[in-house]
């Protein structure tokens, strides 16, 4: 009888985090919709809606940690999805609002206003630059850890 070690099959990147990546690019779309059929500012809604995407994220990691800790740089890259299809939503809806009060005759402080004022600075500067420091954390740690997160 032998007794070889069992090694750990490797995991399936594309099934794994493809339908992470198209789930949370639904999820985005369905947030973003709903903001621009509420008046097009971000409240207490879009907050919620933004809520229940990041418990969602966090629901996905903590049941496929197993299998991400097999894949080189699982984790991160899990977050880096995040990161940029949440980010990237509230951008682009931003980037749309600027045109469309560029469109109208407005004046540049009223473009201004649109662009970064109110409820749209901390979802368009704010978020993405405290998560994206925190991403950047993360990626040196995997890097500096070889890729595989314990």
Not at 17 to 40: F, R, S
Not at 92 to 112: E, F, P, Q, T
């Amino acid at each position: 009888m032998s007794t070889l070690p069992q090694m750990s099959s490797p995991a399936n990147v594309r099934t794994l985090l493809l339908p992470y990546a198209l789930g949370l690019i639904i999820a985005m779309t369905i947030v973003q919709v709903v903001i621009a059929a509420t008046g097009g500012e971000v409240t207490i809604l879009a907050g919620i809606l933004t809520a229940v995407v990041a418990l969602g994220i966090a629901v996905w990691l903590w049941r496929n940690r197993r299998v991400l800790k097999r894949v080189r740089f699982g984790v991160v890259i899990a977050h880096v999805i995040a990161f940029v299809t949440v980010s990237t939503s509230y951008n682009l809806h931003a980037i749309v609002r600027l045109m469309a009060a560029g469109a109208v005759d407005k004046s540049a402080s009223d473009i201004a206003q649109a662009a970064l004022g109110g409820s749209w600075f901390g979802v368009t500067i704010v978020m993405s630059a405290l998560w994206g420091f925190g991403l950047l954390i993360h990626l040196v740690g995997a890097v500096l850890g070889r890729g595989w997160e314990d």
